[in-house]
């Protein structure tokens, strides 16, 4: 069985940077893809970015995100980071981390983000 934790949320100001981390525990880590959601209050889930696993990684991220956060692995860590670099108070919410499995994906339970001055 796959749980994921999340850690590295936080207060930061505006421009601030953080690094979430996301570390699995069970195996088939480096196969699966691995991404990033987030959740501010009052709104829906949203897509924030996307690593796919394999011998080659390929990225994909939202267009509010991009140029400013960069999903990066560690299989050998079986851990996933989300860099996030010139935060903006509209980047506050409660960010999840998620394995894409075939069969069903596997969420960890979020760490809040808080961009304020």
């Known amino acids: 069985q796959v749980t994921l934790v999340e850690s590295g949320g936080g207060l930061v100001q505006p421009g601030g940077s953080l690094r979430l981390s996301c570390t699995a525990s069970?195996?088939?880590?480096?196969?699966?893809?691995m991404g990033w959601y987030r959740q501010a209050p009052g709104k829906e889930r949203e897509f924030v970015a996307r690593?796919?696993?394999?011998?080659?990684?390929?990225?994909t991220y939202a267009d509010s995100v991009k140029g400013r956060f960069t999903i990066s692995r560690d299989n050998a860590k079986n851990t996933a980071y989300l860099q996030m670099n010139s935060l903006k108070p509209e980047d506050t919410a409660v960010y999840y981390c998620?394995?894409?499995?075939?069969?069903?994906?596997?969420w960890g339970q979020g760490t809040q983000v808080t961009v304020s001055s």
């Open positions: 690593i796919t696993g394999g011998a080659i990684n390929y990225h």
């Open positions: 069970g195996s088939g880590f480096s196969i699966n893809s």
């Open positions: 998620v394995m894409f499995r075939v069969l069903q994906n596997i």
